[in-house]
Each structure stands twice: as C-alpha cells, then as structure tokens.
C-alpha cells in the first residue's frame, strides 16, 4: 500500500511543478510585457527564465528562510523578489532588466501572480 500511495504523492509532484513552471511563465511574460526595462526575446528564453527563477525562489526560501514572492513576507519578499528578477539576467541569453525594471517588474509580478490562479496549488 505505501508504495502505491508514494507513486501517486510522485506523480503529483511532477504535474504541480508542471502546472507552476507554465503559470510562472505565463506570469513572467506578462510581467515582461507590462514592465518598461524588462524583455525577455522568445519563448526560450522565457521558460529558462521561468526555471531560474523558481529554482532562485527555492533556494532563497531553504536558504534564507524567506518566501521570495513581492507579496509574500512584505518588504523583504519584494526586495527579494526584485533581485532575483535582476539575477535571472546573468544565467539566460535574451532576458534583460534594468535596475527600475526589476523593481516595477517585483510589483507587476506579485499583482498577476494574484491574479492568475494556479500558483498556490
């Protein structure tokens, strides 16, 4: 019985973290396009991006023991999250922000991020 309930608990995790990486992109497109100072050039970019940032999310959370989301610890999420926006840039070709643009684009996030539902599955 164990193993049976383990397969199922591992095929839920594979379709949640599906299901975010999509949202999360969706999300950081949108942002994207919203946001002066931020581009992200094609859908590569965009996904890549999208796995960054929530690995970047994962390990400020285990690390740091903050939730890197703009509205997720107040301020210090949204710092967070306006700095891993700017990091993202360093690791993906054809991802850029510029300082402002991580801040305006840390907002935006957070307000689709509460838009779109899917994130807090």
Do not use: W
Not at 9 to 25: C, D, M, P, S
């Amino acid at each position: 019985m164990a193993n049976h309930y383990n397969s199922r608990t591992e095929g839920y995790g594979i379709v949640h973290f599906v299901i975010r990486l999509v949202v999360g992109a969706i999300v950081l497109g949108i942002t994207a396009a919203l946001t002066p100072g931020f581009s992200i050039a094609g859908i590569g970019p965009l996904l890549l991006a999208s796995v960054v940032l929530a690995v970047l999310d994962f390990l400020a959370l285990k690390l740091l023991g903050v939730n890197a989301t703009p509205f997720g610890r107040g301020i210090s999420g949204f710092i967070l999250a306006a700095v891993i926006i700017y990091v993202t840039q360093f690791f993906i070709t054809g991802y850029s922000v510029t300082l402002i643009g991580s801040v305006v684009g840390a907002l935006i996030y957070g307000i689709v991020d509460a838009i779109i539902p899917g994130r807090a599955m």
